[in-house]
């Protein structure tokens, strides 16, 4: 570990901001684990609805958000990030962008100047997503890509993904962080007749397969009582509260409710027995390792990166679009669930998603990265 603290310039437009409470907000725990060694600035160019630019510090961590009219799109965004630069004043040692597609061209005007890395997150990579881009986009977001000079995607599978494509040359993984003094296990554990389910999500169904979720829940009311699957998300709640009451399954055996604070999602998790993941495809969702934290065991869809750390030890994982295995699976939870050790589980999270354990991986590929 660094004994010399460096000032790294982190660039995104993902970030929670006045409009969007929940934007980026695992770029935001990676920028909290990172200032606990170095100092960080974050500046994050945001469509709003007029001009304005907020400075907020609180320790080894300064945020500048700086807004633009949403109406004026990349014009704005340019200039909403030249106006937030003119803010940071202190000297900068290097620069650390967030998702290639929305921080490319800030990393592409600042590497004239820095050194740059990037953090990548974009769960696109791995859907048609990516092929939707523009080629104006594809060309600048592989232009930078292949530039820059350190890639930390936050799974093997993503890097390996964005290398495949042509983004990216060589990179190292630094995982999601969690909070894990704040998602810590439940006091008082469940009996193994019961059990209670949560999903937390965007609610994206193209993505995290919400309808899909649900008919299982009804498949599996028809085998056994003994749950009750708690979805929570910053989506639209409607649609899914509706098929839910149209299946006879709410508020008995799902509830849905919208969007919670991370202290809120803490303590939801406490009092649950098992997160579920049913989506098409992901990297790795930091609620994976908030439930981790807690001790809970994970159901999951194996896409992405997440048989990287989950396996028949902390949870079950299933393929894709397999409804009877995704039902299967909840079925031997609630008859099994002690099989799972939540101590263990919670190490694991501890060891590899901790704000001390990602933050002194960032330290170190600062340190590497300067030398």
């Known amino acids: 570990m660094s004994k010399t603290k460096k000032h790294i310039l982190w660039v995104t437009n993902w970030y929670p901001n006045k409009h969007h409470r929940t934007l980026g907000n695992f770029v935001k725990r990676h920028a909290e684990a990172a200032a606990i060694y170095n100092d960080i600035t974050v500046l994050a160019p945001i469509a709003g609805e007029g001009w304005s630019v907020e400075v907020s510090q609180q320790n080894q961590l300064t945020e500048v958000r700086s807004y633009y009219p949403k109406w004026l799109r990349f014009l704005g965004a340019w200039l909403a990030y030249k106006r937030g630069l003119k803010r940071v004043t202190r000297p900068v040692s290097a620069v650390h962008g967030h998702a290639l597609i929305g921080c490319w061209w800030m990393l592409l005007d600042l590497s004239r100047h820095y050194k740059t890395l990037l953090t990548e997150h974009w769960a696109g990579f791995h859907h048609r997503d990516e092929q939707a881009l523009s080629f104006v986009k594809k060309r600048g977001m592989k232009h930078v890509g292949q530039k820059l000079d350190m890639v930390l995607p936050v799974t093997e599978q993503l890097g390996s993904t964005m290398q495949h494509l042509g983004y990216i040359n060589a990179y190292r993984v630094v995982a999601n962080v969690v909070n894990t003094d704040l998602f810590v296990p439940k006091s008082n554990p469940t009996a193994d007749h019961f059990c209670r389910f949560i999903h937390v999500s965007t609610l994206d169904d193209a993505q995290k397969n919400i309808r899909g979720l649900i008919e299982v829940a009804k498949a599996l009311k028809e085998e056994s009582n003994n749950f009750h699957l708690e979805i929570i998300g910053d989506g639209e709640t409607t649609p899914w509260i509706d098929m839910a009451e149209n299946l006879k399954l709410y508020p008995q055996w799902i509830t849905i409710e919208g969007e ?74 609630i008859n099994n669930y002690n099989r799972f050790d939540p101590h263990s589980i919670r190490e694991y999270a501890v060891a590899h998603f901790s704000y001390d354990s990602v933050g002194k991986k960032f330290d170190e590929a600062y340190l590497e990265l300067l030398s």
């Open 260 to 333: 919670k604070s991370l202290e809120e999602i803490a303590h939801r998790m406490q009092n649950a027995d098992a997160l579920v993941m049913f989506s098409r495809y992901e990297n790795f969702p930091c609620v994976i390792a908030e439930a981790m934290a807690c001790g809970l065991p994970v159901i999951s869809t194996d896409v992405g990166g997440i048989s990287e750390h989950v396996s028949s030890k902390n949870g079950m994982l299933i393929t894709s679009e397999d409804k009877e295995s995704l039902k299967e699976s909840m079925k031997q939870l």
